[in-house]
């Protein structure tokens, strides 16, 4: 799908963009020794941050373009089918004729994860790919996974999103964990002067601001005007701004598989801002869209629509401050 060359797009998307393999079960822990082991569930789905967020975001009614770097295989062109079919724009996503798409397989055991990831055609998208008509027509430009494309679209991300901000969009980084553990260096300090919204979760807040609690953590990333949603999984969210901090949460759901609900959140969360809503009634969209995200397998099988999310988020709790168990 492509949309109208003329007219503004709602959500642009940068990333990664690769299918998911989800294995499931009690005990998915594999035996070598060339034995067989049965799980519950093995499924294909869409993967990849950047692409988990564009599907949610279209769900949610808005126009999604997304760009990222697929190979020219079955894996990639299941990706661009199922994004097509969402109503996703993929015409900017660049196909990597000698490189394998990326791909990841998820061992899932109740609540937790073990992730396999090869990076193939992912981190091979520079900023050089992405088009600048497309980031001139953007309302909000949204960065996933920067630390698996650190060596291939870092290097330029700073210039991208100063650009989109002077073409008048809102922009907003998640950075996701980092698998060489440096966690950052001058280029994502650069990246994030450019950010007006940044997204980690707990763990990656406590890394990127290098300090010990989130009491230390939200002033050091929320500097300079910009605004930060800390994610806390089944607790809702941490988002803090020059004039106050918020604790928001939705009541709870029993979840089938949590992959992509951070990412189904950042959806929710842009969504709601891009509507004009406040910051804690945007995260508490995102909380919602998160949480429903969860009743199925990966990260968009149950991505809700407007109407289901913002009555989950209409019973939001929102709590002034920063709560004392969190520091």
């Known amino acids: 799908m492509s949309l109208p060359d003329a ?11 690769n299918p998911d393999v989800l294995v499931l079960g009690g005990d998915v822990t594999p035996a070598f020794g060339q034995q067989e082991k049965l799980v519950d569930t093995i499924g294909l789905v869409v993967g990849g941050s950047a692409a988990i967020t564009a599907v949610a975001a279209a769900r949610l009614g808005l126009s999604v373009a997304l760009v990222a770097a697929v190979g020219a295989d079955p894996a990639g062109m299941f990706m661009l089918d199922q994004l097509t079919r969402e109503g996703v724009d993929v015409s900017a996503v660049v196909i990597r004729a000698q490189t394998p798409t990326g791909m990841t397989v998820a061992l899932s055991r109740g609540g937790d994860r073990a992730i396999l990831t090869a990076l193939g055609a992912m981190t091979s998208l520079t900023a050089a790919d992405v088009p600048g008509t497309l980031l001139a027509r953007a309302r909000h430009v949204h960065v996933s996974s920067y630390f698996l494309l650190e060596d291939s679209l870092g290097p330029g991300v700073a ?21 060489s553990g440096r966690w950052g260096d001058e280029r994502l300090a650069a990246a994030i002067a450019e950010t007006d919204l940044l997204l980690p979760n707990e763990a990656e807040a406590l890394r990127l601001s290098g300090t010990t609690s989130l009491d230390a953590a939200v002033p050091a990333l929320s500097g ?81 629509g407007l109407t289901a999310a913002a009555r989950l988020a209409e019973i939001a709790s929102v709590t002034s401050g920063m709560p004392a168990g969190l520091r």
């Open 7 to 17: 007219g503004p797009v709602d959500l642009v998307v940068l990333g990664d963009c």
């Open 159 to 179: 210039g991208l999103l100063s650009a989109a901000r002077a073409g008048g969009a809102s922009t907003s980084l998640d950075t996701n964990w980092d698998p």
């Open 224 to 304: 300079a005007g910009r605004r930060l949603v800390v994610k806390l999984g089944e607790r809702g969210a941490l988002c803090a701004d020059r004039a106050a901090a918020h604790l928001v949460s939705v009541p709870a759901v029993t979840p089938v598989d949590t992959t992509g609900a951070g990412d189904c959140f950042n959806a929710g969360l842009i969504a709601g801002l891009l509507q004009g809503l406040t910051l804690p009634a945007a995260a508490a969209l995102g909380c919602a869209v998160g949480a429903l995200s969860t009743g199925g397998l990966g990260g968009t099988a149950s991505a809700p």
